[in-house]
């Protein structure tokens, strides 16, 4: 008996659902010792970085939108010297998908809650070299989605069939002779929800840099938050 080997079947399993609402009683020795860090958190979360004039919004634009070009412009503006610094090479421009903004910023004193709110998630800026045909690909991609998704450092206009009329990356007409550096999160670059975004690269270049906390860190040098849904992304009628 003492060497016998049965398996136990499992026949049955029961459970039942607890509600979490004010019926729960608060425990005083819990609240009282999470209070000091709890208050601390919420100094620090709610302390004003800067001022928005007016809201900034996800859908105030055809193709962009004021929040959208907010988010590019500041992974382009606090990424490119990481990453020149990394590589000795130039961001060409900064690509990112419309579900990964996640919140409005309202007018009025502006907070790192609020960049919590717009990105809560552990996203990281990484840095994909791409080809001149991979970047063409991406640029059909986003020219011909349905959403926002927002850019900076490059401007996209389109027929009204969708073919692509004109594309200028920094300035200067795109050329598919020449490969192109651009930044977007690594949950896109690992593959997200978009397929089509990065089908394929010739390098990557991590920067350790969250982008909540590039949110938070422009946040500190700027006194007002100016942006809006420009033709950064545009269809001609």
Same mark, same amino acid.
């Given at each position: 008996?003492?060497?016998?080997?049965?398996?136990?079947?499992?026949?049955?399993?029961?459970?039942?659902?607890?509600?979490?609402?004010?019926?729960?009683?608060?425990?005083?020795?819990?609240?009282?010792?999470?209070?000091?860090?709890?208050?601390?958190?919420?100094?620090?979360?709610?302390?004003?970085?800067?001022?928005?004039?007016?809201?900034?919004?996800?859908?105030?634009?055809?193709?962009?939108?004021?929040?959208?070009?907010?988010?590019?412009?500041?992974?382009?503006?606090?990424?490119?010297?990481?990453?020149?610094?990394?590589?000795?090479?130039?961001? &060409?421009? +900064?690509? !990112? @998908?419309?579900?990964?903004? $996640?919140?409005? /910023?309202?007018?009025?004193?502006?907070?790192? %809650?609020?960049?919590?709110?717009?990105?809560?998630?552990?996203?990281?800026? &990484?840095? +994909?070299? !791409? @080809?001149?045909?991979?970047? $063409?690909?991406? /640029?059909?991609?986003?020219?011909?989605?349905? %959403?926002?998704?927002?850019?900076?450092?490059?401007?996209?206009?389109?027929?009204?069939?969708?073919? !692509?009329?004109?594309?200028?990356?920094g300035g200067q007409p795109f050329d598919e002779g020449r490969n192109y550096y651009v930044a977007s999160t690594d949950y896109l670059i690992n593959g997200g929800p978009s397929v089509g975004f990065?089908?394929e690269f010739e390098s990557r270049t991590q920067t350790d840099y969250l982008l909540r906390n590039a949110i938070i860190d422009y946040l500190k040098k700027v006194d007002t938050l100016e942006a809006?849904?420009?033709?950064?992304?545009?269809?001609?009628?």
């Open positions: 008996m003492a060497c016998k080997q049965e398996t136990g079947t499992l026949s049955e399993i029961q459970g039942k659902q607890i509600p979490i609402d004010t019926s729960l009683a608060i425990t005083d020795s819990i609240a009282s010792y999470i209070a000091p860090y709890k208050n601390r958190i919420d100094q620090v979360l709610d302390s004003t970085l800067a001022y928005a004039p007016k809201p900034l919004l996800l859908n105030d634009g055809e193709r962009t939108s004021s929040m959208g070009n907010l988010m590019a412009d500041i992974v382009l503006e606090q990424a490119a010297p990481i990453f020149n610094a990394r590589s000795g090479k130039t961001l &060409d421009f +900064v690509v !990112l @998908n419309a579900g990964g903004v $996640r919140s409005i /910023i309202s007018e009025g004193n502006v907070s790192a %809650r609020n960049a919590y709110e717009v990105m809560p998630f552990e996203n990281y800026i &990484d840095v +994909v070299e !791409l @080809n001149g045909s991979a970047t $063409r690909e991406l /640029i059909n991609f986003v020219a011909k989605a349905s %959403r926002r998704h927002p850019v900076a450092g490059i401007e996209i206009v389109t027929n009204a069939d969708g073919s !692509l009329e004109s594309v200028n990356i990065f089908n809006m849904a420009d033709d950064r992304i545009k269809q001609l009628k």
